[in-house]
């Protein structure tokens, strides 16, 4: 359970160094979606910097806090698939803004929005039953794995300029002799 929590550990642990390394693009993206965006932004930012922290030195010095910050990754999971699964609802063309991708969100990025919730496994985690060296390896097992899912929804799409170099070279393609 430890490693499985680690991944949506990961999930948030990603996005909050993405959102904070590249915060205007984030603003970019959520003023897309609303008004409000510099607060938005900020505040998303700050929950997953606080949750990444707080859950880490939880598993690390199996600190009694740790049940809190997973139901709070748990929480911040369930407003990314309902964030999400609005989107693909409405058939909306707006990109769902937790990646850096302008494509439109993708039934990709709710599977992502959906492993973030592993996260609340942690909940019923006792790290003290493992060492300290095997909580280390858990987060960072964790962290890698969140890594390859966090590119997943953006890497199983072609650009639109790499659709376009693909039909001109296909349209150069030698046609079959005929009979």
Known sequence: MLLAGSIGWGLIAIGAITHVWHHERLRDLVGRHLDADRSAALALVVAEVTITAAV???????????PLAAIGGGLLAIGFVIWIARLLATGSELPCACSFSAAPTSVW????????????????????????GDRVVALAVGLALAGAIY?????????????????????????????
């Not at 990025?109 to 300290?132: E, F, G, H, N």
């Open 109 to 132: 990025s709710l599977a992502r929005a959906m492993a973030v919730l592993s996260i609340s496994l942690l909940w019923a985690t006792d790290p003290a039953s493992a060492t300290v």
């Open 151 to 179: 590119v997943l929804p953006e890497s199983l799409g072609w650009p639109d300029y790499a659709r376009a170099q693909l039909a001109r070279l296909d349209s150069h393609a030698p046609t079959q002799a005929r009979r």
């Open 56 to 66: 880490a030195l939880g598993v690390l010095l199996d600190g009694s806090w740790l």
